[in-house]
């Protein structure tokens, strides 16, 4: 059985690569929002350029979303990463979208951040804290034991 698995989340560390490549061999497509961060700035600029910045991220966030909700919609499980550097609130939206749509998400990051997602996580079909247990999950969800 192959899963569509959409990687949300974090851009700045290398957790994604972690988890594909911990799965390598398995039959699992995976799928991201873009994550060079000046692309996805940028993702907007095709429909002219704005003076104001509020206006450039908010036409860039509108074709951005419009990658987002289709991955999204076409995964099976979503694995949700928030780091400790930044505010993932596009993570924190994903995840409600996930739990809006029914689509079992899971939650990675550390424990010095369980009060803030608090509400993220009880919705989330389990809490990971390593990129390790997530394919760890993920290689179970496929197993024939």
């Known amino acids: 059985m192959g899963l569509n698995i959409y990687l949300s989340g974090e851009i700045h560390t290398d957790w994604r690569k972690q988890i594909i490549d911990g799965c ?7 799928s991201s929002a873009v994550t060079d961060h000046d692309a996805s700035d940028a993702a907007g600029d095709v429909l002219g350029a704005e003076e104001s910045g509020f206006w450039r991220d908010h036409k860039s966030a509108k074709v951005n979303a419009i990658r987002t909700k289709t991955l999204i919609e076409r995964c099976d499980v979503a694995i949700i990463r928030f780091g400790d550097k930044y505010k993932q609130w596009n993570a924190a939206f994903d995840a409600g979208y996930c739990a809006a749509l029914g689509k079992p998400y899971i939650t ?3 424990e010095d951040i369980v009060h803030p997602l608090k509400e993220v996580d009880a919705s989330a079909y389990a809490w990971a ?4 247990q997530i394919v760890d999950i993920l290689n179970y969800l496929v197993s024939s034991q």
């Open 108 to 110: 990675l990051h550390g």
């Open 24 to 30: 390598a061999g398995s039959d699992f497509v995976f």
């Open 129 to 132: 804290t390593t990129p390790q």
